[in-house]
């Protein structure tokens, strides 16, 4: 399906919906029903002008929709019947990555630790202390910015937190409230960041001085499996088979273990934007384009 905008993103999956959210137009969400043969345009009611936006994101977790914005920094919620925004969850810290754990709960990433580190934290909206850091999570290799970048996800049906470095073959889990499970590592031999890093105005702005090379581009996980887009190509990666396609590794966060892995054969886009895995199904947007591939039975018998 053409989705015409490069700056769409998969903001939630329900049973029967996928939901497409816009950086360019975030108040507005598109549903797609999931055999691709309905879309309706949604409009997103709340109060524009009472926060200074920069940057809005969607989630889309029936029977609640989220916005969030880490400048502000601002977290709504709403309810996707209505499309109307019903409460501020007050209190919550600036943030680089957010994801809703339940109404009230949400796991952040942020910039508060010493030289601007990334750090990980708990924010929970109904409780006295409303933030709890998580300063021991995210292990530093170089600057704390750049060599701890990654992608931060939520398993619903596990209550699993999942911590993906981008430049090193590096994951953690933790439990909804942020406390350590396990330390994992990808397939890939990449363990310490391939890039320096140079400080500018006297260490309060930091550049990347050399080269990057991303191990791990996407991910994203549902029940006890974790996706992983690599883009590292492998030693008996079959040569053919990498230029058409992008490989999905899979792991098993329950027993830490390697499963298998997966083609996704490219479209006209030469760029994996995001993804999604729910039920027997496989999500992806590649810049403009929205496709939906069926998992094989092999793979879902793995799903626990």
């Known amino acids: 399906m053409d989705l015409k905008y490069t700056s769409q993103y998969i903001a939630g999956i329900s049973k029967d919906k996928i939901y497409i959210g816009n950086y360019e137009y975030p108040t507005y969400i598109l549903s797609i029903n999931k055999n691709l043969s309905h879309k309706k345009l949604e409009k997103i009611h709340f109060d524009v002008a009472k926060f200074p936006f920069q940057m809005i994101t969607v989630t889309v977790q029936e029977p609640y929709f989220y916005l969030s914005d880490g400048v502000v920094p601002v977290l709504l919620r709403g309810d996707v019947k209505s499309w109307k925004?019903?409460?501020?969850?007050?209190?919550?810290?600036h943030f680089t990555r957010i994801v809703p754990i339940d109404s009230t709960k949400a796991v952040f990433r942020s910039n508060n630790s010493k030289n601007l580190a990334n750090v990980?934290?708990?924010?929970?909206?109904?409780?006295?202390?409303?933030?709890?850091?998580?300063?021991?999570?995210?292990?530093?290799?170089?600057?704390?910015?750049?060599?701890?970048?990654?992608?931060?996800?939520?398993?619903?049906?596990?209550?699993?937190?999942?911590?993906?470095?981008?430049?090193?073959?590096?994951?953690?889990?933790?439990?909804?409230?942020?406390?350590?499970?396990?330390?994992?590592?990808t397939i890939d031999t990449i363990s310490t960041v391939k890039f320096k890093i140079s400080k500018l105005d006297k260490g309060r702005q930091y550049l990347v001085s050399s080269p990057t090379l991303v191990v791990n581009a996407n991910a994203a996980v549902y029940k006890n499996l974790l996706f992983v887009h690599s883009t590292v190509k492998g030693r008996y990666e079959n040569e053919k088979l990498w230029e058409k396609s992008f490989i999905i590794d899979v792991y098993d966060l329950n027993t830490n273990t390697y499963r298998l892995s997966f083609p996704v054969y490219r479209?006209?886009?030469?760029e994996l934007t995001n993804f999604r895995v729910d039920g027997g199904n496989l999500y992806v947007v590649m810049r403009n384009n929205l496709a939906v591939y069926k998992l094989n039975t092999i793979l879902k018998k793995e799903f626990k």
């Open 120 to 185: 990980l934290g708990v924010y929970k909206s109904d409780s006295v202390t409303k933030i709890v850091y998580r300063r021991e999570l995210l292990q530093t290799q170089s600057d704390g910015i750049f060599d701890t970048d990654g992608i931060l996800l939520y398993s619903r049906e596990t209550g699993k937190i999942i911590y993906l470095y981008y430049y090193r073959n590096e994951f953690l889990t933790a439990d909804k409230n942020g406390y350590l499970l396990n330390r994992s590592h």
């Open 267 to 270: 479209t006209t886009s030469n």
């Open 85 to 93: 925004v019903t409460k501020e969850l007050l209190g919550v810290p």
